[in-house]
């Protein structure tokens, strides 16, 4: 041993040049400290022909881990050149673990480990030495660092820090299909003896799967294995450290491996014939029997098909399939009767949806089952011999009229009688009666079309054997019209006509509408009214499709002479009895262009001039109103004037009357006469003369009778009367004179007869027949007799 340490002793000089200088670890030198008195040459970085005396002398330490002796564990030593074997030399220790894990011996070095170490724990520690004089407590040397190692031992076994493990591989796979992968850790130095060397191996799970023993790969061993035979494998896999050699630590974890589902099974009836038991009674779409097809698969693998192949009882009913159940759910899609047939056979097809084409050589993924439906027989509502009752009835029926009639049987094979009766729900079906036994519907109180059309009520069937059953069926009734009203014009009642019109141009289509309910051919006929026909100004045109268009028959219209005219049309319709009406259309006269187009149908327009500006327009209007201005101002100065010349006495009060050429101001004009002169008689002179016009002759004053105060103005006006009557010299100057004539300012000039030219026979009064209806009778009182013409049209 000593011989060893002394050859590595020489290595360690021959490979540092420094003196406290220290050495690279060399994994295979000794743990023990080298002979202490040693001087060794330095080669290297000094030269050759120097030579330099070492202070410390050692190599790198070394400690087991785990150690369990009961002594210290001895480490190694440190020694001085400097040190003579006297004791004047101390050693000191400092670092990682020093006085706690590490003790140095102070006069001979010796370095001993005081409490077992764990490599995991901690690999290595730092320490540093120093010598020291024991008297001048001055170290001797520099202070030199060096490092412990803790020496690793197989104390960890390989440990699996993901388990356990859960894996899954699909049913049917084949030997060697990949699975999992699975990892064990050492804790141990790697760089170490085969201490973390891990071997994988499988202890429980063969034969079925198979672990390489380095990677840890876990594949499939045996081929075709069956999820429906067994589902879950658990693995019980083994990691050892030494390489797998005896003495090594092992480590377990186990592995749950599952296979997942394929579709290699198709689905299979448990039987072949199904029975099933319906009543006839039964409502269609609803679910009459359930029958099952069996796959052991799993998930969408499982989901059936159902379908009823072509035949018997095929149009009668229809199979879903139950998405929770995968069960085929049997409907029915038209009703049963059990006296027309009593039962069914047919069969149903059962198929996957997602098949898997590997397995489509093990054969067809699909089975099929008979279906025997016996249908019950129950007993049934009666029925009626249609869906839906419709009946027409005219309105004004009188009450009990029969208007139709419904039936209902039972075809139960013992028929029963049947009731019938009115579903009652609201005052409209109060309208009709049934008959409970025959079923006839009659009228039960007047109808009206106008007010309600048309009449929907249900009738309910009960059998006599069994009341509970009962069925219901809807009657509508359609209330016919008879023709009460008369048509009448479409709007609009108004059109125009142009002043430029021409001989047979139409100006307006007219429709007519009627409230009755016009049945299918309905015709409408217009023509003018008989007073009309001898009018030579519009006609009527009847189309004979029910519109008719109004034709002028004159050439040219003027708005001076008349603006409107009355139309009035007859219309009459087609139904029983026949039923007509006169509707008056007014027609406007328009100032028209050449084209047509209307351009002004109000009467102010007609003095408007055509062509001129806004400006124009305003400017002629002021100037006007200048001239009206002047002229008004001028005739009032004129009456003035001439009323100072005439009105010498405020008290002759004939002087008002003859001389009052104007139309005054009526009651409210104060300013004509003083109404106080008719109110005190006294104010008259007695023998006053009239001073109006000069008599011809010389008359002498009457003798009037006194009046006496407070006689009424009645009865002296009654008084002046019978004179004036009596009086054969009075000529008849009173105030019809005055005003016989009007002036020269009124359109419709004089309206006296003294100044007429022409006799009243000369006179035209056929204008009066234009003006309309309300001038008819004016117009046949002054109007000739014309004869009537057919053929003439107005």
Known sequence: MLTRNCFSLLLWVLFDGGLLTPLHPEPQQTLEAEPRDNVVPVPGRRSSVQRVKRGWVWNQFFVLEEYMGSEPQYVGKLHSDLDKGVGTVKYTLSGDGAGTVFTIDETTGDIHA????????????????????????KPLEPESE????????????????????????PEMSPVGAYVLQVKATDADDPTYGNSARVVYSILQGQPYFSIDPKTGVIRTALPNMDREVKEQYQVLIQAKDMGGQLGGLAGTTTVNITLTDVNDNPPRFPKSIFHLKVPESSHVGSAIGRIRAVDPDFGKNAEIEYNIVPGDGG????????????????????????????????????????LDHRFHSVGPFKDTATVKINVLDMDEPPVFSKPMYTMEVYEDTPVGTIIGAVTAQ????????????????????????????????????????????????????????????????????????????????????ETSVCENAKPGQVIQTVTAADK??????????????????????????????NTAGIETRRNGYNRRQQELYFLPVVIEDSSYPVQSSTNTMTIRVCRCDSDGTILSCNVEAIFLPVGLSTGALIAILLCIVILL?????????????????????????????????????????????????????????????????????????????????????????????????????????????????EGNGSVAESLSSIESLTTEADQDYDYLSDWGPRFKILADMFGEEESYNPDKVT
């Not at 036994?437 to 039960?444: M, P, V």
């Not at 009734?477 to 709007?491: R, Y």
């Not at 002229?631 to 010349?645: G, H, N, S």
């Not at 109006?692 to 009645?714: G, H, M, Y």
């Open 629 to 741: 201005v002047i002229v008004v101002l001028y005739v009032a100065l004129r009456r003035q004037k001439k009323k100072d010349t005439l009105m010498t006495s405020k008290e002759d009060i004939r002087d008002n009357v003859i001389h009052y050429d104007d139309e005054g101001g009526g009651e409210e004009d104060t300013q004509a006469f003083d109404i106080g002169a008719l109110r005190n008689p006294k104010v008259i002179e007695d023998n006053k003369m009239r001073r109006d016009i000069k008599p011809d002759t010389f008359c002498f004053p009457r003798q009037r009778p006194p009046v006496e105060d407070n006689t009424d103005i009645r009865d002296f006006i009654n008084q002046r009367l019978q004179e004036n009557d009596v009086d054969p010299t009075a000529p008849p100057y009173d105030s019809l004179a005055t005003y016989a004539y």
């Open 315 to 354: 149009n009668l009913f229809d199979i879903t399939t139950d998405e929770n159940t995968q069960e085929g759910v049997i409907k029915l899609k038209k009703p049963l009767d059990f006296e027309t047939k009593k039962a069914y056979t047919f069969k149903v097809e059962a198929s996957n949806l997602h």
């Open 114 to 137: 005081i409490r077992s170490l764990d490599r995991e724990e901690k690999p290595f520690y730092t320490l540093r030495a120093q010598a020291v004089d024991v008297d001048t407590k």
């Open 410 to 493: 039972d075809l139960d094979a013992g028929s029963s009688s049947v009731r019938y009766f009115v579903d009652w729900k609201n005052d409209v079906d109060s309208y009709f009666t049934i008959d409970a036994t025959e079923g006839t519907i009659a009228t039960n109180e007047l109808l009206d079309r106008e007010s309600t059309a048309q009449y929907n009520f249900s009738i309910i069937a009960s059998k006599v054997s069994n009341p509970l059953l009962t069925s219901k069926v809807n009657v509508i009734i359609n209330v016919l019209d008879v023709n009460e009203f008369p048509p009448e014009i479409s709007v609009p009642y």
């Open 516 to 545: 009755d309910l016009s049945p299918a051919g309905q015709r409408f006929s217009f023509r003018l009214s008989p007073e009309a026909s001898n009018k030579p100004n519009f006609t009527v045109h009847d189309y004979r499709n």
């Open 146 to 169: 060096f490092i412990i190692k803790v020496q690793d031992i197989n104390d960890n076994e390989p440990k699996f820090l993901d388990g356990p493990y859960v894996a899954s591989v």
